[in-house]
């Protein structure tokens, strides 16, 4: 999505970096919200919303912050209801990142989407999402099941997902003859069935009704345990993909009114030379994720973890003069009692791409 600021891209890996995550989605009145609910436990979305009131809404565990939070394009998080969201025009807002006990968020985070279907919705505005998803529920309705735009959408996503997604014919009670409901379950198993682990119908209403007065009877005719069943395999993978991440520190993001400070006093470079004299071409200086994929300890202080840096980039190869102090005085901070490490490493990754892409990766000794 055009427009998503670094910022906002920090958040967003540092909530994945966290917790596995499961999205809701589907074209317009579809019976997502409904099966959300279902899932939740109690009615946290309205139903009966049109279809692109609501940006995203990601919900998550409680964590002793704001019960709900805007997230903007800038990075930004303010308070909000969903009520001012379903009716807010602000084209920054990105997402909602609600809170809820739901027994269902315990590791797990879930992001009901709007639906695709509006025209008046940008053709690119859930693909800011599309990196951040571990498994799917994709809703669709028993009476026009799988349409081909479901389908165009569904294969723009990752492949990953294709192999995690659920696909719920939502609405099965309202099709009168079980013969013709067979008949839908077996057209969307012949034309879906590849695209998804696995594909079901529910009968949303008997299943929450089912819950309620506690009748497993009643509860499997509906599509409920099957649900469950096959959502339980998708959630534990969601789980194990995000135990493979590497975990984030706290995004760091500046609000539009709080003044950039610096983080770190730098050290002057040891040499004295100009630094804007351009000449000779020196390719191949590694990014920080390059140079901390080589054998560095994870669990070192990280003033021995930046010296050890600074010897592996002399290793790649023979610096100037010049081109030695610029990078030393990036991975060499001088040091003070309120030093945030979290926040200079973030700023030492962003100093060594500059170089690497500027043109002060040019620099050398003047000529003669």
Known sequence: MSGLSDNAKARLAEWYSARGTLAVMGEFSSGKSSLLNLL??????????????????????????????ALMRD??????????????DDDD?????????????????????????????????????????????WCSAAEQAWRATEAKFWKSLPKDLHE?????????????????????????????GSLF??????????????????????WNASGGAALMSALDGRLTAARDACSRREPLGEAQTVSATEPVRPIFTAKPPHSEKPQTQLCKEQEGVPGLAELLATEIPSNGHPEEVL??????????????????????RILRPERHDGIEWTRAMTQIARDLEDFRSGPLRRLSPPPA
């Open 40 to 69: 939740l436990g109690e009615r946290v979305l309205p139903m009966q919303a049109t279809a692109t009131s609501l940006p995203p809404v990601w919900f998550t565990a409680p964590d002793g912050g704001p019960e709900c939070q």
């Open 75 to 88: 990075g930004r998080l303010q308070p909000i209801t969903l009520e001012d969201a379903a009716s807010s």
């Open 93 to 137: 807002l990105l997402l909602v990142r609600m809170t809820h006990d739901a027994a269902l968020l315990d590791g797990i985070d879930v992001i009901d989407t709007p639906g695709i279907s509006d025209p008046h919705m940008a053709k690119d505005a859930l693909d800011f999402l599309k990196p951040y998803l571990d498994a799917a529920i």
């Open 164 to 192: 995690n997604g659920i696909l719920v014919v939502t609405r099965i009670d309202q099709i009168r003859k079980a013969k013709d409901a067979g008949r839908i379950m077996k057209r969307v198993q012949r034309e879906a």
């Open 197 to 218: 682990a696995e594909a079901l119908a529910l009968a949303t209403p008997a299943a929450r009704a089912a819950r309620a007065d506690d009748d497993q009877s009643a």
């Open 307 to 328: 010296d050890q840096i600074f010897r592996t980039f002399e290793s790649y190869q023979k610096p100037s003069d010049d081109h030695r102090a610029v990078i030393e």
